[in-house]
């Protein structure tokens, strides 16, 4: 099975600061990676997919980079309904979710 | 306007048995796999199960796989988990989502909440 592993696992900032997520997988999933944004009590929302593809509708401030093992999630100028819970999930091989990465107010 | 609308969630004794429906509007539900992701609280994301448009393929993760069957009835655009043998580990927000095992989930209902607990 695929392990997908997400640094950090809370990240504080303030609105305008540039934020940066990362993912790991066990082995190369390509660029076979979605990132999810989910806010408390809602479902998950695809924000990203095949790693830098942006769904439509999504802000240009959030953008997406790797391939292979590592890849990014990077906000550019994070705003109020930015704050969050991020995964990631390689669609490689089934589904595997990140664990999360909560983004707080600084 | 899509919609994916889950039931059937609810309080059930270690062992028992729990079916989900999910209701699907606004897109051809027979052309997509479908699929049921869950979290535990305050816990990740889980994928559970998909199964194809058409029913005739099924996937399963293996924390489930003997005790859950996902199925469809694209005559009346509703997808179901049937849930055997639960466990509390099973104690989760069950949620429906377009898409498939090997592909990004992009759409995804409100969830329903399933608590094993005696």
């Known amino acids: 099975d695929i392990q997908m592993t997400q640094s950090p696992s809370t990240l504080s900032a303030s609105v305008g600061d540039r934020v940066t997520i990362t993912c790991r997988a066990s082995?190369?999933?390509?660029?076979?990676l979605a990132w999810y944004q989910q806010k408390p009590g809602k479902a998950p929302k695809l924000m990203i997919y095949?790693?830098?593809s942006l769904k439509s509708g999504v802000p240009s401030r959030f953008s997406g980079s790797g391939s292979g093992t590592e890849f990014t999630l990077t906000i550019s100028s994070l705003q109020p309904d930015d704050f969050a819970t991020y995964y990631c999930?390689?669609?490689?091989?089934?589904?595997?979710f990140g664990q999360g990465t909560k983004v707080e107010i600084k | 306007e899509v919609q994916l609308m889950e039931s059937g969630g609810g309080l059930v004794q270690p062992g028992g048995s729990l079916r989900l429906s999910c209701a699907v509007s606004?897109?051809?539900?027979?052309?997509?796999?479908m699929s049921w992701v869950r979290q535990a609280p305050k816990k990740g994301l889980e994928w559970v199960s998909s199964i194809s448009g058409s029913g005739t393929s099924t996937y399963y993760a293996d924390s489930v796989k003997g005790r859950f069957t996902i199925s469809r009835d694209n005559s009346d655009n509703t997808l179901y988990l049937q849930m055997t043998s639960l466990r509390a580990e099973d104690t989760a927000v069950y949620y429906c989502?377009?898409?498939?095992?090997?592909?990004?989930?992009?759409?995804w209902g409100q969830g329903t909440m399933v608590i094993v607990s005696s």
């Open positions: 606004g897109f051809t539900f027979s052309t997509y796999a």
């Open positions: 989502a377009k898409g498939d095992a090997g592909d990004v989930f992009d759409i």
């Open positions: 095949k790693a830098s």
């Open positions: 082995q190369s999933i390509s660029s076979w």
């Open positions: 999930q390689q669609y490689y091989s089934y589904g595997t």
